[in-house]
């Protein structure tokens, strides 16, 4: 009579109670599960703008510069044209100029979302200007800062229809190019405005 060994005592036993928990490493062993990772956040891209209808200035004929009037917010308005054109004035008006262009760029790409789940501060870096001939050309550059609102879920319950997902926390960089002169205001190549003759300083 062979000598019962653990192997076969261990094999007489899983026989009996079937092969439920008897499985795995011939050592007796367990086996370590894997971990799995952290998920990756993907980060949310630019917010996507549609862009103005090109318009010529041969004629003076203006594009409207964005003006929602269905958002959640009040557009931002625009600025009076100068007294008179000179480096300081011009300076001061594109830049509050751009304040508003960008302001109700974002109001009108995102209704429900900028003055209910989200604030938005235009802020301006930098503006240079050069003069030639009359002609102010002015860059400017400055960003964007959006944040969430701390009422935005009880805003946005009102209408359940629309997305209460706000934008995420960020800032939008941005930079544009004026040309300025008693009769028109051009922006990245589209007039947006259309004036009577102005007094020209250098």
């Excluded at 653990?6 to 050592?27: D, E, K, M, W």
């Excluded at 269905?70 to 594109?94: G, H, I, N, W």
């Excluded at 960089?173 to 102005?198: I, K, L, N, Q």
Aim: proline share 10%.
């Amino acid at each position: 009579m062979l000598p019962t060994t653990r192997r076969a005592l261990l094999g007489s036993v899983c026989a009996l109670a079937g092969t439920a928990g008897c499985l795995g490493n011939p050592g007796g062993s367990e086996s370590t599960p894997t971990q799995v990772g952290t998920p990756t956040r993907t980060p949310t891209g630019t917010p996507t703008r549609t862009p103005t209808e090109t318009v010529t200035d041969d004629a003076c004929t203006a594009a409207a510069p964005p003006r929602p009037s269905d958002a959640a917010a009040a557009p931002k308005p625009y600025p009076e044209k100068p007294d008179e054109l000179t480096r300081d004035s011009v300076s001061s008006f594109v830049e509050a100029y751009e304040r508003a262009y960008q302001y109700n760029e974002m109001l009108a790409a995102y209704p429900d979302m900028i003055g209910r789940r989200n604030d938005l501060d235009i802020s301006v870096n930098e503006v240079t200007v050069t003069v030639a001939d009359g002609e102010f050309t002015v860059d400017v550059t400055g960003q964007a800062n959006t944040g969430i609102t701390a009422d935005g879920d009880e805003a946005a319950t009102a209408t359940p229809t629309r997305t209460r997902t706000p934008l995420p926390m960020g800032h939008w960089p941005f930079e544009a190019t004026y040309t300025v002169t008693d009769r028109f205001v051009r922006r990245a190549g589209v007039v947006h405005e259309c004036w009577g003759s102005a007094e020209t300083k250098p």
